[in-house]
């Protein structure tokens, strides 16, 4: 049982360099969404998608693009990389609704060093 | 403006003792609170949520009080064992912004000595 899956685990870049973080969930989640997790600072939700074709902004969304062509994956682009986005980078499912509302299912993370 | 904030970045606890977590928020359109752990490599995973129509909510060794009147809300781990040597974040969400978008604490490192 795959569960949420995020590709790849670690990461360098250097300034400027642009890349995809990969996120795939096999649950049939209709919710998606992206976090990243800096020291004293908590969790902090960078964009989400509510379904296939629908995506939006959350708390931090500057320097990333994101895209939801199908139910099961949820990419996150860096368009041109900069030291602040070094972080642990977590993508994060759920069934949405009011079932188990804010029961997320998390990846195992990417960590992400800008240079 | 941290809208939820854990004041105690880490915690150590005998085996066997009760281990207590605090939470405060800020935001009063919250209405779900929710804990996750977090192990070290890997991502944080859901523990156990209250409602705020309830000031309390138990799940085995776990139990989660809720005090709307003064924001806060706290984590009892009974007894406590060494395997729930973890980083515990609090979380909550509003039903008018998405129940599904979350706001999560600073976290705190809980160790539990042998």
């Known amino acids: 049982n795959a569960g949420v899956t995020q590709t790849p685990k670690f990461q360098v870049l250097k300034t400027g360099q642009s890349m995809t973080l990969q996120c795939a969930q096999d649950?049939?989640?209709?919710?998606m969404s992206w976090y990243r997790q800096d020291p004293g600072m908590g969790l902090r939700l960078i964009h989400y998608?509510?379904?296939?074709?629908?995506?939006d902004q959350g708390e931090v969304p500057n320097g990333y693009n994101v895209s939801r062509s199908t139910t099961e994956d949820f990419p996150l682009r860096l368009l041109s990389a900069a030291p602040s986005q070094t972080s642990v980078y977590f993508c994060?499912?759920?069934?949405?609704?009011?079932?188990?509302?804010?029961?997320?299912?998390f990846g195992s993370g990417t960590q992400l060093s800008v240079l | 403006d941290q809208q939820v904030k854990q004041n105690s970045p880490s915690l150590s606890v005998q085996e066997g003792r009760i281990s207590i977590l605090n939470c405060d928020y800020t935001?009063?359109?919250?209405?779900?609170f929710l804990w996750y752990k977090k192990y070290p490599a890997e991502g944080p995973t859901f523990l156990i949520s209250?409602?705020?129509?309830?000031d309390k909510n138990e799940d085995g060794r776990f139990t989660v009080f809720l005090n709307k009147s003064a924001k806060h809300l706290s984590l009892h781990i009974v007894p406590s064992q060494p395997g729930d040597s973890a980083v515990y974040f609090c979380a909550a969400s509003a039903r008018t912004f998405g129940n599904e978008k979350l706001t999560f604490g600073t976290g705190t490192r809980l160790t539990i000595i042998p």
């Open positions: 994060a499912s759920t069934r949405g609704g009011n079932a188990d509302p804010g029961k997320l299912f």
């Open positions: 935001n009063s359109m919250f209405d779900y």
């Open positions: 209250i409602s705020s129509i309830k």
């Open positions: 998608s509510v379904g296939a074709g629908i995506t």
């Open positions: 649950m049939n989640h209709e919710y």
